[in-house]
């Protein structure tokens, strides 16, 4: 784990509004680098949308979002992906690495090495030369899932990365997760699951696109407690550091 205290990703009175709809409202947090964090809440809360967000697909309505990452991995629900895709397995995981090799040129051997490692930690070795649309639901969701890893990305964005999967693969799949947080990657989950919202060390619930609980992560040493910043002691609760000290990177 990480001995980074400086957030991964900085969210000031951040609002979406979609078609109307306001989603997000007010939100102000900090994702603490090298750590896992839970998003949870009920159904339309604003969990999928607060994770664009913080991966910088979803551009907000207004209020800050700054990064501190090189390399963002955003693994969708399943419901998101085609099951036509006329590839194999390996080769859905090897489009995780092509990210910086780009699309025609050789994968190198880390890149190779990062493809080899996420499928025997996903235990997808002997379902390789699979084609990815005969997989099971279980399956195409552990392939997603070592696509993001062999990204190689220092924050990895999870949307219910277990939700309709069996037992077992939950496990495989948290198992992968603190696998990565053990390596000083940041993870963010959108999660249902008490057995994921169990693991995190930061759990964010939201509601009707608030936040209800998000206790302040750890502060960088010597950070005050509110940044005058801000112009808001609430902002600031949940700020580590200055905006300022924060380099975006990502
Ligand atoms: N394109 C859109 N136009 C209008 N409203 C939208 C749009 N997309 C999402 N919303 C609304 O924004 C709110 C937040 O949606 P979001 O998908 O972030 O919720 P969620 O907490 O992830 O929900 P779930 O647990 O059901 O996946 C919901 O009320 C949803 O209906």
């Given at each position: 784990m990480t001995t980074s205290h400086q957030p991964a990703a900085l969210l000031e009175r951040v609002d979406v509004v979609l078609d109307g709809h306001?989603?997000?409202?007010g939100v102000d947090l900090a994702v603490p680098a090298g750590r896992l964090t839970v998003l949870t809440g009920p159904n339309g809360a604003g969990k999928s949308t607060l994770l664009e967000v913080i991966a910088g697909t979803r551009p907000v309505t207004a209020g800050r979002v700054r990064r501190d990452v090189d390399r963002v991995a955003f693994v969708p629900q399943r419901a998101a992906t085609s099951d036509r895709l006329p590839v194999t397995v390996r080769e859905v995981v090897t489009v995780g690495a092509w990210g910086e090799a780009g699309l025609w040129r050789p994968v190198g051997r880390d890149r190779r090495r990062r493809v080899a490692e996420a499928l025997d930690l996903l235990g997808l070795g002997p379902l390789?030369?699979?084609?990815?649309?005969?997989?099971s639901g279980g399956e195409r969701q552990r392939t997603l899932l070592a696509q993001g890893l062999a990204r190689g990305a220092d924050l990895l964005l999870l949307d219910e990365?277990?939700?309709?999967?069996?037992a077992a693969t939950s496990e495989r799949i948290r198992d992968a997760v603190v696998a990565q947080v053990a390596r000083g990657i940041t993870v963010v989950g959108v999660s249902h699951d008490p057995a994921v919202v169990a693991l995190a060390d930061h759990r964010v619930e939201l509601s009707e696109g608030r936040l209800v609980d998000a206790p302040t992560p750890p502060a960088r040493q010597g950070a005050p407690a509110d940044d005058p910043s801000t112009g808001s002691t609430d902002a600031g609760r949940h700020n580590v550091g200055r905006p300022a000290e924060i380099s975006r990177t990502g």
């Open positions: 306001p989603a997000l409202v390789a030369r699979r084609p990815f649309g005969e997989l990365p277990t939700t309709g999967l069996d």
